[in-house]
């Protein structure tokens, strides 16, 4: 898939919310980064989130890239599970959780093979900070709500102040 990247640049706004869709339209992957400024970030919403509490999705996943680490371990013993896991341990939502206090908004499909509810009310349980919310969708899979979470968000982001007008 080609991938386009941008970065903004410093002429004094951010510009519109449909500023960006020209590429992700055009059936691009885009990557649009803003790094302007030191701010925090006012909300986040991980949406069906991956890569947390990995040592419980590789014992749990039928499914998915979390079936590599158990592959490795099933073939190359018990010997290897501190090693196995100390690498992603450094990147596991669960432990970046503890340190993130802006308004966020998780969603979780409950019938999800490549992302198992648990390890996504792992993250959501060592969430930092008081403001959380969580969207399930009983019979949502990796997709989590599909196309009925986009509208829940901005409804969420209102509440909060930074969605912006449409």
Known sequence: MPLTDLDADYSGGRGLPTDHLFWSAAGYAQLV???????LPTAAMPDVPFLCHFRHAAAICGDGPYQEIAKYLRRHSRRRVEPAFATPDHFDGVHFARRATA??????????????PSTVYAAFNQYAGEDRSMTVWPFGDHGGG??????????????????PEL
Do not use: H, I, K
């Not at 980064?33 to 701010?39: C, I, K, L, P, T």
């Open 103 to 116: 308004p966020t908004l998780f969603s979780v499909g409950l019938r999800d093979p490549v992302c198992p």
């Open 33 to 39: 980064v803003d790094s302007r400024g030191s701010a």
């Open 146 to 163: 599909c196309g009925s979470n986009p509208p829940v968000q901005p409804a969420w982001l209102r509440e909060r102040g930074p969605a």
